[in-house]
């Protein structure tokens, strides 16, 4: 039907341009024509006169020779206002627009156009964009199922917190006193809940407490783990919010500036040696962002790994220190920290009282922490406490396999010991 | 000669629209503000029903009560006045704010579910159904705050939803000032 109407479209469109075109050069010679019946007319009216003798001879003579003159100026007219070149176009204009704009039309499709192109109807879209209708999450059906999760689990905080979300999206968006309610007794159960935690802000926020809203986001965003999934949510209101209240906007996360594509290339043109040192530089980049904005703890957390990377490691110490200050650990991190100080320690030497500081804390999270069970063992035994050290190291031994290259160093230092 | 200028008459007539648009956009005037008549005036006859069941009909006598007060007129199918709402329930719970609420042109089952839903900061509440009272009081639309002094003087006017800084720079100080 669409392809009938552009046709149809086309042959109009043609049309009204063909049809000016012959319409000029007919009419030209109608007037022509109808200019020459009128001067007939009037030759044959002489003609009569004449032989009637109404006419004297000579001045019939002089009036067709008067006509005969305006016959050949109506020629002479005609043929100026038709040149020559000008009927030759006339001619061949018409059928060449004819066959040149559908091939021109041809042309441009079958360069464009698409025509084994499969149509794209709803359902074969990617699953993302809809994922099945049948399921969509609205509001009644979040609570619904919240409610019958509380029903048998009156305390669950999961469920407490999902009955307030769903509240609060059937409430298009306001946190209402019902769901603060739902996302307290959520706390109570689980002072850490991030969803509870995140909607109370919102609360705040809407509440006109916007200062409070974002000090309860930022401590939130401090204790989420850096993979988290509503991270970027949370930043982005964090952002609109403060904006909104006038407040100056929170230090975005700095972190690693994440390189763009021409830097990477670039860094790849680079040989080794230069690429050490462009990554280098830009670790020092974000050493001194930090000196300006010592607050970012996962920033630290960066530098600290970066540091380690490029064996750095009483810089990447330090920059551990820094980002325990600003909230604890996890026993992986605590490991790498604990690695940065002993891997500065000479050999043979026991470590140092800040290294020790670290190792203990890594001991008490990880008793079996194979780091920490060896050179704890050997700060003991600097220390002169034998029997810890001994205690240690045996525990290490039964812990490694049979063909670990640091047995018969263990086994060394054990007899010493003993 | 005079037929040319004739044709200069539209040039002319965009040249002046253009310097008019320009003008507006660049001198820094707010177009959404229209201001308000009432400021400084006694506040308008407030005769509505009551929104709540049971309630005897709101009057001018709320007004002027020696206490300052705030009159909202909001509605249960305005957006804005869903943003705007936390910020009543908190002047009201929080500072202890007397606020008369009024659903304009708002089916009165309609508003009190809205309220229901979102909570209920209204210590009096009216249901202007054919929009009289907006009339009276120069209403452009919903959400608009009056605060009116304990006099029934307004002092006030905001059209368009509040937000937290009018709370915290206008609001609050008003009902501290005003007291």
Known sequence: MLEFLLALLTTVTVGALLVPLLRTSARRTERLDSALQIYRDQLAEIERARADGTTPETEAAAARIEVERRILAAANAADAATPKDSSALHRFLPPALALLIP??????????????????????????????????????????EARARLAQQPDDPDALSALGEALVLEADGSVTPEAIEAFNKALAQ????PRAHYYLGLHEAQSGDSKAAVARWQALEARSPPEAPWLPMLRAEIARVSRAAGMPAPQAQTGMPTPTRDQVEAMQSLNPEQRQQAIRSMVEGLDLRLKENPGDRAGWLRLANAWRVLGENAKAADAYAKADALGPLDTKTLTDWAEAHVRQIAPGAPPPPEAVAVLERLEKAEPRNALA?????????????????LRRWKTLLQLLPADAPIRGLLEERIKAAE | MNRRLLFLLPLATLALMAGFFAWSLLAGRDPASIGSVLVGRPAPRLEVKALRDDEPPLTDALLRTGKPTIVNF??????????????????ATRDGAVIVGVAWKNKPPEARAWLKRLGDPYKFAGADLDGRTGLDWGLSGVPETYLVDGQGIVRRHFRGPITERDVNETILPFLKGAK
Request: glycine share 8%.
């Open chain 1, 103 to 144: 091939l021109l039309a041809l042309g441009v499709y079958l360069n464009v156009g698409r025509p084994g192109l499969p149509a794209a109807p709803f359902g074969t879209r990617p699953a993302a964009d809809h994922p099945n209708p049948n399921e969509q999450m609205t509001p009644e059906r979040l609570l619904a």
């Open chain 1, 190 to 193: 689980r002072p850490d809940d």
């Open chain 1, 373 to 389: 069970l060896f050179y704890l063992g050997a700060a003991s035994f600097a220390a002169g406490d034998k029997p810890a050290a």
């Open chain 2, 74 to 91: 909001f509605a249960s199918w305005c957006t804005p006045c869903l943003a705007e709402h936390p910020l009543f329930t908190r002047l």
